[in-house]
């Protein structure tokens, strides 16, 4: 089992209800957040093309966040997604600056947080708040090991990116272009 998340970049409008959904869902601090949504204008006028995807953690499967992390805090749990254990982590951060993808934060708590797929609600066999939330229907969740995992189709049938590709973290987060 690998689970995994696809963005649909050509669907996604930037309403931001994927971040609501994930603060309410996760009861995250006010002035923080698990994902986010960025906005990239490319080319040069009048020919401008626009990007809007929702960001998070990547839940790589070569995670550097977890390599660095002194007191195994940060680890994978099943189906590969990567968390924190609030208690054992000492808020030191080397996981903050080891991810390239800037996906954590150091929480109120004295903890690190950031995006866990949902996984109380993936053990509920429901899908993670900002997948069910999307008015867009813009994510695609699932497990890359069932072919008929809603993430594997898509990502049979379109063509998709990664982020960073070159930092070697093989990441589980795909923006469908």
Known sequence: MRYAMAVDTKKCVGCSDCVVACQTENNVPIGYCRDWVVEL????????????????????????????????????????IVLVTENKCIGCGACIN????????SHPGGHVDKCTFCIHRIKKGLDPACVA????????????????????????????????????????????M
Do not use: W
């Open 41 to 80: 204008t490319n080319g040069t006028y009048p020919q401008l093309e626009i990007e809007i995807r929702s960001e998070r953690c990547n839940h790589c499967s070569n995670a550097p966040c977890v390599r660095c992390c002194p007191t195994g805090a940060s680890h994978y749990a099943d189906g590969g």
């Open 98 to 105: 080891s991810c390239p993808y800037d996906a954590r934060y």
């Open 133 to 176: 939330t999307c008015p867009t229907k813009c994510m695609y969740f699932g497990d890359l090991d069932d072919p008929n995992s809603p993430v594997s189709t898509v990502l049979k049938n379109r063509k998709f990116t990664t982020l960073i590709p070159e930092a070697g973290t093989d990441p589980k987060l795909y923006f469908l």
